[in-house]
């Protein structure tokens, strides 16, 4: 993670239950996706699960363009977010169904630090 061109630390990033099998493909596959993309939404309040969270622009137009050609729907809905309501960061497993997560505490700021159009780049 990288703020005006310097690293910072973030320990414990935590991506897909099946990352580690390649970059997400298509919906279900407990996949992280891979490449570039930006934020489109930062979300601090409403109904969703993980609050606050940072939306990413997944599916990208090279995403949906090999999704249909596949013939597969390549899912959508990947966030930056915290843990889950009540259970530790620190848990012993990928967790997530292809998104990243952070601890709460580096993940607000992060949040209150970042706005729409902010550009990512995932990778192993």
């Not at 934020?39 to 940072?54: C, H, K, S, T």
């Not at 090999?66 to 848990?91: V, Y």
């Amino acid at each position: 993670l990288y703020q005006s061109g310097r690293q910072l630390k973030i320990d414990g990033l935590r991506f897909g239950k099946a990352w580690a099998g390649g970059p997400k493909r298509r919906r279900g596959d407990l996949r992280t996706p891979e490449g570039h993309y930006i934020i489109d939404q930062v979300r601090m309040a409403g109904r969703y699960r993980y609050l606050p969270a940072l939306h990413i622009s997944y599916p990208a137009p090279g995403d949906v363009e090999r999704a249909r050609k596949a013939g597969i729907d390549p899912g959508d809905a990947i966030l930056i977010h915290g843990p889950p309501f009540g259970l530790p960061f620190n848990l012993p497993w990928e967790w997530t169904d292809g998104c990243i997560s952070m601890p709460l505490s580096d993940l607000t700021t992060l949040v209150r630090d970042t706005r729409p159009g902010t550009p990512v780049t995932i990778r192993p």
